[in-house]
């Protein structure tokens, strides 16, 4: 491969994955307006956050920056949507009305 | 590295890669009980697919099957979300009561 085809796949795997960590950013701020995450699977959350530290441990071992850089940010954004649901579905559940303290 | 090392590089590539998707067929399941996708962001299920596809790419290019494979059944998954969310909020859109043909 020519160093313009590398330069050119590094731009490929970064839009790759900023991409998909713009997508998490996106439902973050959704989230953050409606107050609900009822929809969103615990599961998908945990799976992908703990999908997430394998493929760290590959990209380690590859030496693959892209693959590191990605899932770092992607377990960092799993954790906000994690604690986010955890509230907001805790939210759901209490009875309207003032809180009697 | 040595075989063994490699195999276990194997193991651990296709054990994100089974963790990452299976959140997703959890997700798929759920939303398919609740009837409702409200909470997940469009833009989330469209730059995960996109993204899926610029790393396809990159694992084309460097000839990585587990980033092939991975986002390749991430891009089946999420045009399912997509279609299920479609269908859905139109579902939620309507007016309740029997729909007059």
Chains 1, 2 share one sequence.
Do not use: C, E
Not at 2 to 12: E, G, N, Q, R
């Amino acid at each position: 491969m020519t160093t313009v085809d590398i330069a050119l796949l590094d731009v490929v795997a970064v839009a790759g994955g900023v991409l998909i960590l713009s997508g998490w950013v996106h439902q973050i701020i959704k989230a953050y307006k409606t107050k609900s995450l009822r929809d969103v699977s615990w599961y998908l959350t945990m799976f992908i956050g703990a999908g997430s530290v394998l493929w760290i441990t590959y990209g380690v071992h590859i030496w693959d920056v892209y693959i590191i850089g990605t899932n770092v940010a992607g377990i960092t954004l799993m954790v906000t949507v994690i604690l986010m649901k955890r509230k907001y579905d805790k939210m759901a559940r209490r009875p309207p009305g003032p809180r009697l303290k």
